[in-house]
């Protein structure tokens, strides 16, 4: 518990004499913290900061708040002369009257300023993603977070540019489907009806129309044919059949398993006699690696001789 507590605590950054929008940055970049503030009456330079809580260096709450007091010119002195010359409470009154149209339109000056950063989807507001994304004609699904919605509105120019290629498909299927897939051109894994060698239809060869290996290409994928799950082998065919040219034809490569044999002893008459129970008849192939060493060399005696 103790080394979850110094993962997760954060130290205030100094923040003293930044503009408001740099400093709010800052906080959140460096302690991932967020700022509230409150205009005051100062001749410092108008909207930096010119008071902070909790201190540079001093430890965050777990609410990860910092207020910020920030310099402003007093509206009233932008008045005509005879608001200003009013007797002091009302003076006090008006000025304090303006102080909250001051606060509303703050926020404004910020935006014009930092007005870039609207378009840059590593450091936008999370609100204007869907907006960003309908630029680029990009729909963002429920279920992506903020972290991979921003990766997709960065890379979507890139993909657009590198779509129909080898690497913008892996860069699909990485995006959208969490695939790391390998992409091999030219190739096929159906080298066509053979008697006694890739005869069995579904497993090597298949039923389709002439294909020219320089139109086809392998989608490699890092998972098992019985363990990849549906909703993912259907996003997966779904990407190829939209990021690959029209003439070009696929198949889908899945990691092969190997075969792999029990444990069986040789045959004892009496004690494993039992053909497909505790013995088995077949050839060297069938016959698993020994464990124990004698077995070892006499099997390598059998192959020598």
Request: aromatic residues 8%; charged residues 30%.
């Amino acid at each position: 518990m103790a080394e979850q507590s110094i993962q997760t605590s954060a130290l205030a950054p100094s923040l003293l004499g930044l503009p408001l929008g740099q400093a709010r940055r800052m906080a959140r970049r460096h302690a991932d913290a967020k700022v509230e503030f409150r205009l005051v009456d100062s001749e410092e330079k108008a909207l930096t900061v010119v008071r902070q809580h909790p201190e540079a260096g001093d430890e965050l709450t777990s609410s990860r708040v910092i207020k910020l007091e920030i310099a402003s010119r007093p509206w009233i002195q932008y008045l005509p002369g005879i608001y200003q010359d009013a007797d002091e409470e009302n003076a006090d009154f008006l000025q304090r009257f303006l102080m909250i149209s001051a606060h509303l339109t703050c926020g404004i000056e910020e935006n014009l300023e930092f007005i870039h950063e609207l378009f840059d989807p590593r450091i936008t507001n999370a609100k204007w993603l869907p907006w960003l994304a309908s630029w680029l004609a990009m729909p963002l699904l429920e279920g992506w977070d903020e972290e991979k919605r921003r990766e997709i509105i960065q890379r979507t120019p890139e993909l657009y540019r590198k779509r129909g290629t080898a690497e913008g498909l892996k860069l699909a299927l990485r995006l959208f489907a969490d695939v790391k897939a390998e992409i091999h051109e030219g190739e096929w894994p159906y080298p066509g009806m053979v008697i006694g060698r890739s005869s069995t239809v579904g497993k090597d060869t298949v039923l389709s129309p002439p294909v020219f290996i320089s139109q086809c290409f392998t989608v490699e994928l890092p998972d098992k044919k019985t363990e990849i799950p549906r909703e993912r082998l259907r996003t997966v065919q779904a990407l190829v059949e939209t990021e690959k040219p029209a003439h070009a034809h696929y198949a889908l490569v899945f990691e092969e398993t190997e075969p792999t044999y029990e444990a069986v002893p040789f045959l004892h008459v009496g004690k494993t006699g039992r053909v497909g129970v505790d013995a088995r008849i077949g050839g060297l192939e069938d016959v698993p690696e020994a464990h124990d060493e004698e077995l070892q060399k006499l099997a390598l005696g059998r192959k020598q001789g």
